[in-house]
């Protein structure tokens, strides 16, 4: 039988992480919780090393590059709005027929 991956939203890690930090034993919240010691250990590893950029999930990026594709998908948009007004500048200062 095969096994589906499950899928824990980034509110549901750092809660996790967080009851653990506040003192309650990883064993007891990792079976409240219904995931493994394994699991719940490397989500405070991951959190403790990658701070608030932790747990990015599917295709999110972490710091500097999401920085970066922004702002190029800015610079992409205000370069196409220039060009639409430069050619709205061309259209309107031809003489009238």
Do not use: C, Y
Not at 75 to 96: G, W, Y
């Amino acid at each position: 039988m095969k096994k589906t991956r499950r899928i824990f939203p980034e509110s549901f890690k750092r809660e996790a992480v967080d009851q653990v930090l506040a003192g309650t034993p990883l064993r007891h919240v990792a079976q409240a919780l219904g995931i493994t010691e394994a699991l719940l250990g490397k989500w405070k590893r991951q959190l403790n090393e990658a701070g608030p950029d932790a747990f990015p999930g599917r295709g999110k990026q972490l710091g500097e590059a999401a920085e970066l594709k922004r702002l190029r998908d800015d610079l992409a948009r205000v370069t196409m709005e220039r060009d639409v007004l430069k050619k709205a500048l061309a259209i309107f200062s031809q003489p009238p027929k």
